[in-house]
């Protein structure tokens, strides 16, 4: 089903019936046509009215959050927007509340259980165990999307500023490990890159270059063996002289003692 509060674009297709209405007008009898573009005009005027309504709707993103959340509880998108508003208002505490009964309720929001970490850390308060477990599992069983590592790296951010009172950093690797280990992860080059900053963070050099070199390798068959790189736009790279170039993004490339890095320009 078409979640319209959202997707006002999904309107689009009665284009199609306006055509149809629109020839059969055209090839009507005579004695028929005036009926036909009644018929036509009338049904306008419901899609107009109807379109206009919406679009009260659609111009307010508090209203629009309510509505969509109360009519489509199960939609992911309905609560992340709504939990948004409450927040974006001052009122973490109402958001908090909608992500941890998704979160509970099973919704079928991947990344619920990162959510309620993640006001958690906005609020200020403990981390609680039994979320922090909760989002393990998700990541280890569910399919991780890139809104899941950039709430992964909101919560690196939150953590090294102090603000999630005891979620610590082997915590947050723990959780990406948990995605590391799912068999049908995706979005892997995005968490080698947000580990490699999490490890630089801490002067981790030596993690830090294994973890990039993860994220740009290209490997294949069996036993794995590298056939080359990959750079950060998701495009194999090609050698270019001493070094490799992207070709969809023009960014340069050093390879040094078998481990990829941007190359350092003036």
Known sequence: SLELYFEHRNYAPLLGLAIGFARGVVYAAPRWRITAMTVMLSWLAIAAFVTHAQA??????????????????????????????????????AAFRIFLEAANAKSGDRNAWLYVLLIDCYRRSEIDVKALKSAQGQLANDLPDYGTVDLLAKLRAQASSGKCLNLTHAEWFLLTEAW?????????????HERARAFQSQRRFGETVDELAKAYAIVVGVPARQA?????????????????????????????????TPAVTD
Not at 65 to 70: F, H, K, T
Not at 180 to 192: D, E, I, K, M, V
Request: glycine content about 10%; aromatic content about 8%.
């Open 228 to 260: 080359g790189w990959v750079g950060e736009a998701g495009h194999p790279l090609k050698q270019d002289g001493g070094g490799w170039l992207c070709p969809a993004s023009g960014r340069r490339y050093v390879e040094i003692s078998g481990q990829l």
């Open 56 to 93: 009260q709707v659609w111009s307010d993103e508090r209203l629009m959050a309510r509505v969509w959340a109360s009519e489509r509880p199960s939609s992911s998108r309905a609560v992340q927007l709504l939990a948004k508003t409450y927040h974006e208002s001052g009122d973490s505490d």
């Open 180 to 192: 590391l280990s799912n068999p049908r992860a995706t979005h892997l080059q995005h968490l080698h």
